[in-house]
């Protein structure tokens, strides 16, 4: 059997490109790309519409990073979409369904695709502001491209509306696929930002019924006081965007956010967040890829030993981004790592917190699908 951990390893390291056949029911029967925060295709595609993920033969998610030059292919072939390395063919693929609340707008005549997006098969995304202040210094994270993607896509409202953000969450429920939300808001570093967000669950309570939203809220780093008060706006679970673990490494390449969170700053706020909202109820994003194996693994270790969860993005360099050009690592040193990393995860006993956050969320982490490896689902 293919080793489809390997496969999405490599297609997200080295990108992929699709015959024109294979993309025509992109934006109508299939979800397309909407830029809701990032671009993390290797080059630009402005009126060219691209898959924003698919799913391999055994159910993997995989995000779709358009690479002209890219050995991975996909083609059109009897009606079924076939990926191929080169000329040799691989496996089906397939597309992932378009929600129909893509084609609707809020009674602030709105369109919703401009407010929230599905990531994956079943997370609803919400960037209520799509703003990070440490563009304004230069002092962005190295990997990032927020203001590049926003200038070349245009392609939401970058401050979104409490009202709106509860209509679309009703309304992409309602199709019956979506398990969880994704809340974020790019950088925002503001006293305000945890009352926004009380108003935004608020929203989507009134508009869904739940008592608990299930999902994550990740804002500027949450820290003291604050961290009880996003408990208490109803959210299941909180994520730390913590990126790079290796402390001087994270100050070089995060020179904006590392000024306002240190590492042990994180590690501090994390520990406490895990006491609020419990283990496996804490999300630690990193940006996998830019540091060596062996640091990446020491915060998969104490994250783990915290009770937190680490969603470890596959970094590939991106457009707009200062990192653009350069190479990630191999699609082997990824899955090696992750499969390390899967261990310690599952010998530390965490809970998965896979109502908050799960495989079919998202394509670009690999996590999920080592420890799925695992039996943990
Ligand atoms: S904090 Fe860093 S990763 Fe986040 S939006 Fe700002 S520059 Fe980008």
Redesign the pocket.
């Known amino acids: 059997m293919e080793n489809y951990l390997l496969l999405k390893a490599a297609i997200l390291t080295e990108g992929i490109r699709s015959d024109h056949e294979s993309l025509k029911e992109v934006g109508t029967k299939y979800k397309e790309q909407n830029h809701g925060?990032?671009g993390w295709d290797f080059e630009n595609h402005v009126n060219m519409k691209l898959p924003d993920d698919f799913t391999l033969p055994d159910g993997t998610v995989v995000q779709y990073r358009l690479n002209s030059k890219s050995p991975y292919n996909v083609k059109k072939n009897k009606n079924k979409l076939k990926l191929y390395f080169n000329e040799n063919e691989i496996c089906e693929v397939k597309w992932i369904e378009r929600p129909n609340y893509y084609n609707n707008k809020t009674t602030n005549d709105n369109e919703m695709i401009k407010i929230g997006q599905i990531g994956g098969k079943d997370c609803l995304f919400f960037c209520f502001q799509n703003?990070?202040?440490?563009?304004k210094e230069n002092?962005?994270?190295k990997?990032?491209?927020?203001?590049s993607t926003s200038k070349t896509y245009n392609s939401v409202i970058r401050k979104k509306d409490v009202q709106d953000i509860g209509e679309v969450t009703a309304a992409a429920w309602s199709e019956g696929s979506v398990n969880h939300v994704n809340i974020t808001g790019?950088?925002y570093i503001n006293e305000q930002e945890v009352t926004i967000v009380s108003e935004i669950i608020e929203s989507i309570k009134e508009h869904t019924g739940f008592e608990r939203v299930p999902g994550t809220i990740l804002p500027?780093p949450a820290k003291g006081d604050d961290i009880q008060r996003y408990y208490d706006t109803g959210i299941q679970a909180i994520g730390y965007?913590m990126?790079v673990w290796d402390k001087k490494l994270y100050e070089a390449t995060?020179p904006?956010?590392s000024e306002n969170t240190s590492h042990d700053e994180f590690v501090t706020s994390i520990k406490k967040a895990v006491k609020i909202f419990g283990e496996g109820n804490v999300n630690i994003a990193m940006?996998m890829g830019l540091e060596t194996k062996d640091t990446f693994l020491n915060g998969i270790k104490t994250l783990s030993t915290i009770g937190a969860n680490v969603i470890p993005f596959v970094w590939a360099p991106n457009p707009g981004s200062k990192l653009e050009g350069h190479r990630a690592p191999s699609a082997e040193w990824y899955t090696e790592t992750i499969i390390e990393a899967a261990d310690i995860v599952y010998e530390n006993k965490v809970p998965p917190g896979t109502e908050n956050h799960c495989y079919l969320c998202d394509g670009n982490s690999l996590l999920h699908d080592a420890l799925r490896l695992k039996g943990v689902i």
């Open positions: 925060l990032f703003y990070c202040s440490n563009f002092k962005q994270c990997f990032c491209n927020l203001v790019g950088c500027a965007a990126e995060c904006g956010k940006v």
